[in-house]
């Protein structure tokens, strides 16, 4: 069964840093490309970032760019997303899923993990 398990988010002024971990199970992770996804209130679900398989590619939407390093370890089935200099336009619960791009599993998704900016 494919699961993914979000953590690492919570309150942060603006300004601020959180690291976000995704436990992932049920398939080959290491010949999968992965990829973050949030989604705000009232908000469709949007891509954040992907990192290749052997973490040599990784892609950036505009708002993440400089600010977000999402990186993978393939020993633990994990997949991480650094993220500095956070905004109040970056609250929303975060998601990790398979792919580049898009989500590849798109029918199984985690809980993810709410991350709030605010002061």
């Known amino acids: 069964q494919v699961q993914f398990v979000e953590s690492g988010g919570g309150l942060v002024k603006p300004g601020g840093s959180l690291r976000l971990s995704c436990a992932a199970s049920?398939?080959?992770?290491?010949?999968?490309?992965m990829s973050w996804y949030r989604q705000a209130p009232g908000q469709g679900r949007e891509l954040v970032a992907g990192?290749?398989?052997?973490?040599?590619?990784?892609n950036y939407a505009d708002f993440a760019h400089g600010r977000f390093t999402i990186s993978r370890d393939n020993d633990k089935n994990t997949v991480y997303l650094q993220m500095d200099g956070l905004k109040p336009d970056d609250t929303a619960t975060y998601f990790c899923?398979?792919?580049?791009?898009?989500?590849?599993?798109?029918?199984?998704w985690g809980e993810g993990t709410l991350v709030t900016v605010s002061e």
């Open positions: 899923n398979a792919g580049y791009y898009r989500p590849n599993m798109d029918t199984y």
């Open positions: 049920g398939f080959a992770f290491n010949k999968n490309d």
């Open positions: 990192i290749s398989s052997d973490s040599y590619g990784r």
